[in-house]
């Protein structure tokens, strides 16, 4: 069974991972590397994750490369994480589209580099067909920025006469997010410590697991990401709904 299954208690695998990828930076310092070779490990690791989703058979990741708030780094460290992104680009596409893995980038692209768009845009077009994984990206991504510009289109639509104030609803918003092509994601993931969102997918997350780690984003490996599907497959989602057995006992007691 996977969890879009609409059981409440049928959480066995999850069908959407979504990993907010944290520690490159503490990774490096611990083995008195700079922050830069972190961040370049921290890439690599990206493969063997695809690698465990694909084994795994979960057809939906999406990974937290940049969030709207990294620009408040050091120039040097944000050149140098659109670099690795770029190299990545050039290196790993071929390999993914052959593995089936479909490619989607979700965040403000229009304020990266026209060189970087332009290879976003050609990594989509040529993986569009695939489907055994569907990868995310999020870059120059914000929970925030992705609300703001939804409810932007959803009233241009409401000015222009096309859709009536009165049918705004959950679906409508949901509909106009970056993510309205994939669904909510089943399992958070986030590495290094830290036990906060960062502005990752606000709304989406609303009834996803979530599973910290301390272990630092270079050092999530196949073990790492097998006991997090171990905890999922633990926990019991229930939507804000109660769990059938108890339910009928109740019944049954209100008859006895
Ligand atoms: C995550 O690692 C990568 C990005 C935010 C791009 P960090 O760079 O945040 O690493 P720490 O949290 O400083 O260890
Ligand atoms: C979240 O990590 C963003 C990414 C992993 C891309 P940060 O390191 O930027 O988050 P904070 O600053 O600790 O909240
Ligand atoms: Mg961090």
Redesign the pocket.
Known sequence: MTATDSSPSSSVRPVHIAV???GNGRWAKKRGFSRLEGHRRGVENVRAMVENCVRHEVPYLTL????S??WRRPKKEVAWLMRLLDGALDREVKTLHSNGVRLRFIGDLASLAAGIQKKIHQSCELTRENSTLNLTIALNYGGQWDLVQAFRRVLMAVQQGEICLDNLSAELIAENLSTAQIPNPDLFIRTGG?K?M?N?LLWQLAYTELYFTDTYWPDFDTKEFEMALESFATRERRFGGAEHDAIEMEVEDVHA
């Open positions: 907010v990828m944290d937290f490369a940049f969030s708030e990294n830290e906060r960062s990752f």
